[in-house]
């Protein structure tokens, strides 16, 4: 239905008021030149408010006074339309991009996502959230020492006061130091921050570390090997750069650190996605201590090798060891298997399988047989402790007889073609993936016997 020119009008006036909504850098039409024409170096980009675009450097030039944005708003035949300011046709060329004194606002998406550096005047008061949305390149974002409402401290943007960190650039490296002052890390902080080694977790910062049901504040922090926690802090500590908070809780594991892990004596139990993505982690040791294991704890622990869970561990959340390839040990014959409200979606063909050892008649052997047989294409197999049980010791060799055959090859095709997880010994061609190749190998080999 078509809005009278008048509502049409008062939308306008409402939206000029307030923060523009983000918009995808995807939505951005591409703005081309007649092949005979030269693309213009500057223009308008505002009433009072211009651009100029040195092709040679890659540096954006905004200048005036008002609101950056990349487009404004008109009136349509259907209603309020966008449209586009001339130097959205160099997003994937800008390197720098500097902004004059007079400029006041900055609004979300206004310079594309591949530039590297920015400059803020001291006029500047407002910053829209997804400024910085996926500027992967981003490193350094320069603010000028009279501002009065950001700063920033080696290149890393914060509130005038230093109690809020608004953004570190994704390709800051090294080690962050978080001043003492700051109270809150807003959610996209630290996105795409993966050559961070260390973060410092600073005295006033007592707030939640999860930003979402399914995502902490350093969920793309994949570089880390380090978290330290300032001493005065009163809610987190941490252990040879492992996160806890003061309920003697381990909240997270650095991605990067390296090795098999012991579990500190007196941890009471490990939060939700506490060692998510730790590829680097080859073996957990856990401490008759803990007594709960949260949702998700090992997801994607890739080179995760055994687990054992002691007796004292009362209650395991789902998707603990979803995409892992491990052995299971859980000695609590009546150990509970809670469930959360949420999940993770797993993307991919993985193929992964976690055996589970437990008692007979455990509430183990029921929940791995009866109610959880694969999720997230994990596949999960339940054993009895004291039980023998043949290993898959030759390559290609699923039944285990200990030699190759034609039923090894019928139940390989069956498996891959039903997306059923493969045993490692199914990587004939060692690249950590099963598939046609590995089969095709298999024949191969049978062939040659």
Same mark, same amino acid.
């Given at each position: 239905?078509? !809005?009278?020119?008048?509502?049409?009008?008062?939308?306008?006036?409402? !939206?000029?008021g307030s923060a523009v909504p983000f918009v995808n850098m995807g939505e951005f039409p591409a703005?081309?030149?007649?092949?005979?024409?030269?693309?213009?170096?500057?223009?308008?980009?505002?009433?009072?408010?211009?651009?100029?675009?040195?092709?040679?450097?890659?540096?954006?030039?905004?200048?005036?006074?008002?609101?950056?944005?990349?487009?404004?708003?008109?009136? /349509?035949?259907?209603?309020?339309?966008?449209n586009y300011y001339g130097y959205v046709q160099y997003f994937n060329s800008i390197q720098t991009?500097?902004?004059?004194?007079?400029?006041? /606002?900055?609004?979300?998406?206004?310079?594309?996502?591949?530039?590297?550096?920015?400059?803020?005047?001291?006029?500047?008061?407002?910053?829209?959230?997804?400024?910085?949305?996926?500027?992967?390149?981003?490193?350094?974002?320069?603010?000028?020492?009279?501002?009065?409402?950001?700063?920033?401290?080696?290149?890393?943007?914060?509130?005038?006061?230093?109690?809020?960190?608004?953004?570190?650039?994704?390709?800051?490296? /090294?080690?962050?130091?978080?001043?003492?002052?700051?109270?809150?890390?807003?959610?996209?902080?630290?996105?795409?921050?993966?050559?961070?080694?260390?973060?410092?977790?600073?005295?006033?910062?007592?707030?939640?570390?999860?930003?979402?049901?399914?995502?902490?504040?350093?969920?793309?922090?994949?570089?880390?090997?380090?978290?330290?926690?300032?001493?005065?802090?009163?809610?987190?500590?941490?252990?040879?750069?492992?996160?806890?908070?003061?309920?003697?809780?381990?909240?997270?594991?650095?991605?990067?650190?390296? /090795?098999?892990?012991?579990?500190?004596?007196?941890?009471?139990?490990?939060?939700?996605?506490?060692?998510?993505?730790?590829?680097?982690?080859?073996?957990?040791?856990?401490?008759?201590?803990?007594?709960?294991?949260?949702?998700?704890?090992?997801?994607?622990?890739?080179?995760?090798?055994?687990?054992?869970?002691?007796?004292?561990?009362?209650?395991?959340?789902?998707?603990?060891?979803?995409?892992?390839?491990?052995?299971?040990?859980?000695?609590?014959?009546?150990?509970?298997?809670?469930?959360?409200?949420?999940?993770?979606?797993?993307?991919?063909?993985?193929?992964?399988?976690?055996?589970?050892?437990?008692?007979?008649?455990?509430?183990?052997?029921?929940?791995?047989?009866?109610?959880?047989?694969?999720?997230?294409?994990?596949?999960?197999?339940?054993?009895?402790?004291?039980?023998?049980?043949?290993?898959?010791?030759?390559?290609?060799?699923?039944?285990?007889?200990?030699?190759?055959?034609?039923?090894?090859?019928?139940?390989?095709?069956?498996?891959?073609?039903?997306?059923e997880a493969l045993p490692k010994n199914c990587d004939l061609n060692g690249d950590n993936v099963?598939?046609?190749?590995?089969?095709?190998?298999?024949?191969?080999?049978?062939?040659?016997?």
């Amino acid at each position: 239905m078509k !809005l009278s020119k008048i509502a049409v009008a008062c939308l306008a006036l409402c !939206l000029v008021g307030s923060a523009v909504p983000f918009v995808n850098m995807g939505e951005f039409p591409a703005i081309t030149a007649n092949a005979e024409e030269e693309k213009p170096t500057s223009g308008k980009c505002g009433e009072d408010v211009y651009w100029s675009f040195d092709t040679e450097t890659g540096t954006l030039t905004i200048s005036g006074t008002g609101i950056a944005s990349a487009y404004y708003l008109s009136l /349509g035949e259907y209603g309020l339309e966008r449209n586009y300011y001339g130097y959205v046709q160099y997003f994937n060329s800008i390197q720098t991009v500097i902004i004059e004194n007079g400029i006041t /606002g900055i609004e979300s998406g206004a310079f594309g996502k591949n530039f590297s550096s920015i400059t803020v005047p001291k006029s500047v008061v407002g910053i829209s959230e997804n400024v910085f949305f996926e500027c992967t390149n981003l490193a350094f974002i320069d603010v000028d020492e009279n501002n009065t409402a950001y700063c920033d401290i080696d290149g890393v943007l914060f509130d005038k006061d230093k109690t809020v960190l608004i953004r570190c650039p994704a390709k800051k490296e /090294g080690k962050l130091v978080i001043p003492d002052s700051v109270e809150t890390i807003e959610d996209s902080a630290l996105d795409d921050c993966s050559s961070l080694t260390s973060i410092t977790i600073p005295t006033n910062f007592t707030a939640s570390i999860k930003r979402s049901l399914h995502e902490t504040l350093f969920n793309d922090c994949d570089g880390l090997v380090s978290i330290i926690v300032s001493k005065n802090n009163s809610k987190y500590y941490d252990i040879d750069g492992v996160l806890f908070n003061t309920d003697n809780q381990l909240l997270l594991y650095p991605r990067k650190k390296m /090795g098999d892990y012991e579990i500190p004596a007196g941890t009471t139990s490990l939060g939700e996605l506490s060692f998510q993505h730790c590829s680097e982690l080859t073996a957990v040791t856990i401490p008759e201590s803990l007594t709960d294991i949260g949702a998700y704890a090992f997801f994607d622990c890739s080179n995760l090798s055994s687990v054992v869970i002691p007796n004292t561990v009362k209650t395991v959340y789902n998707g603990v060891f979803e995409k892992c390839s491990s052995t299971i040990t859980i000695l609590n014959p009546e150990c509970e298997f809670a469930s959360t409200n949420w999940g993770i979606g797993s993307k991919g063909d993985f193929q992964c399988k976690v055996v589970v050892y437990g008692y007979e008649n455990s509430t183990a052997q029921d929940y791995y047989t009866n109610k959880i047989q694969t999720d997230n294409n994990t596949e999960y197999e339940f054993r009895i402790i004291g039980q023998e049980y043949p290993e898959y010791t030759i390559s290609g060799d699923l039944n285990g007889d200990g030699e190759l055959s034609v039923s090894d090859v019928i139940e390989f095709s069956q498996k891959l073609h039903s997306r059923e997880a493969l045993p490692k010994n199914c990587d004939l061609n060692g690249d950590n993936v099963v598939n046609v190749i590995d089969l095709a190998l298999l024949k191969r080999a049978l062939l040659n016997k």
